[in-house]
């Protein structure tokens, strides 16, 4: 096991490489989930509050693409972004930015789809009293969003853990391009093909202590919610 | 709780009594859940609405607080037709409670009647002293007992400094500690002015409490009267069978 040791070695020497590898995929996952919350939090409780036709439709296609294959959102980010794309003007293929936005457009249904459900479960709790409250639309989101906050910020986690762990889009929209666009999961992949196992292992050491963390972290928020909030 | 607390009145001079329902029906599909409804609910002593499961009793309280309309027929509040008012409060069967602490429940509903921040907080100390649960401000309301999470209902009803206050069932899974609780609240509240309009399907607690009843079968006003004079005298055989213990379906 002189892989191991030397994986380990990596890990603790604080190697710049691994590192620098490891920031650049906490910016990009975490700048992605941020996106995605951003739109997909409102369109969740827009999912849950707002009857409109095909809205069931809507709901099922959302759940389904909880699901979606990483390689196929990066084809078609791929596909907007290349220089005769629509959005190829933009020229930002082959950077973090793509990067971001394609593990937004992964994430989003995730986020939405699970808020969905947190706020339409509160909202048929709530419905009757905010009702004789006479609390407005605004309100009644804001309330919402406000008592749901520690079961969306699972949600949120619940998105990063898809992120990180992802390595169809930024392989595709990134280019795995060294030191630049290079993640722990296309680094792993290349380093792996290459036969330089220390620096893959010690990646995918990261990789997993990073989504157990995540986890944890998870657990700790739910039971801190259940404790403060009940 | 003879210290009993009021919000600071800040009504225009609109006031939503007297509540007329006239002839108003309710149906859900082909079901009639009330019908032809005429009735008036007047300043004074809680008026107590009774009859069997399924009577329409919690209908009617819906109905009386604008949160559902009448599919014929049509209720006024104090002459208007225009139910959007402030002034009326309700308490649910089951109680329903905000993921906060029991004092923010209660800032909650300050705050949607515009009350600034530092008045809120002294207002919900006031309430939460009335309901006898000042000592547990702190708490999640979620993990207060059935019969505190009730009590916490009505003072989050009474910070929107009803006029009216509809309460369905308040008291119909609780122990009679709690019961008793609930009451004394209700008690205090008519005596304070705030006309009450309850439903129950306890006898006792109707006796206890009612200035008026109403008397609710299937959907139907069966007899209206004076409590004294309903439960000493009712006019009408299910209303006799009814207070006999017979089972009125």
């Known amino acids: ?230 | 709780m003879a210290n009993f607390v009021r919000g600071e009145r800040m009504h225009g001079g609109m006031s939503d009594l007297p509540i007329a329902f006239e002839r108003a029906t309710v149906r859900a599909g082909a079901v009639t859940i009330l019908d032809e409804i005429t009735l008036t609910v007047s300043p004074g002593a809680p008026t107590l609405l009774i009859g069997p499961n399924g009577s329409g009793k919690s209908t009617l309280i819906k109905l009386g607080m604008g949160l559902i309309d009448a599919s014929e027929g049509r209720v006024t509040w104090g002459g208007r037709t225009n139910a959007a008012s402030p002034r009326r409060a309700m308490v649910f069967q089951r109680p329903i409670m905000l993921r906060r602490s029991a004092v923010a429940n209660i800032e909650y509903a300050l705050a949607s009647r515009g009350v600034s921040r530092g008045e809120q907080a002294r207002r919900a100390d006031a309430l939460l002293t009335q309901v006898g649960l000042r000592h547990l401000k702190d708490r999640p309301a979620r993990r207060l007992s059935g019969g505190e999470q009730q009590r916490l209902a009505l003072a989050r009803a009474l910070a929107c400094d009803p006029e009216v206050l509809f309460l369905d069932e308040p008291t119909a899974s609780l122990d009679p500690a709690s019961t008793k609780a609930v009451e004394d609240i209700v008690r205090a509240t008519a005596d304070a002015g705030v006309k009450v309009v309850m439903a129950s399907h306890d006898l006792g607690q109707a006796k206890r409490l009612a200035g008026d009843v109403v008397f609710l079968v299937r959907g139907r006003v069966a007899e209206q009267a004076r409590s004294a004079q309903f439960f000493v005298a009712p006019a009408t055989p299910e209303a006799k069978a009814f207070l006999r213990g017979d089972l009125v379906i």
Not at chain 1, 10 to 19: A, K, Q, R, T, V
């Open chain 1, 1 to 230: 096991m002189s892989e191991g040791a030397s994986a380990l070695e990596l890990i603790f020497s604080g190697d710049s490489d691994l590192y620098s590898i490891v920031g650049l995929s906490l910016y990009v996952s975490l700048s992605a989930v941020a996106l995605a919350a951003v739109v997909g939090f409102p369109l969740g409780a827009f999912l849950a509050l707002v009857n409109f036709p095909g809205r069931s439709f809507v709901v099922v296609v959302l759940n389904a693409f909880m699901g979606l294959p990483p390689v196929v959102v990066g084809l078609a980010v791929f596909l907007l972004l290349s220089r005769s794309g629509p959005l190829g003007f933009l020229g930002i293929l082959f950077t973090p930015r793509a990067m971001i936005v394609a593990q937004a457009l992964l994430v989003l249904p995730i986020i939405a789809a699970l808020a969905r459900q947190t706020i339409e479960d509160l909202w048929t709790e709530y419905r009757d009293e905010l009702t004789a409250m006479r609390i407005g639309p605004a309100g009644r989101v804001a309330t919402l969003l406000y008592d749901a906050r520690f079961s969306l910020m699972t949600t949120l986690l619940a998105g990063f853990g898809r992120a990180a762990a992802e390595v169809g889009t930024v392989m595709i929209v990134g280019g795995n391009i060294d030191g630049f666009t290079r993640t722990m999961t296309t680094a792993i992949a290349l380093e792996t093909s290459k036969g330089d196992l220390p620096l893959a292992m010690g990646l995918g050491i990261v990789l997993i202590s990073l989504v157990i963390a995540v986890n944890g972290i998870a657990w700790g928020v739910r039971r801190y919610g259940e404790l403060r909030a009940g």
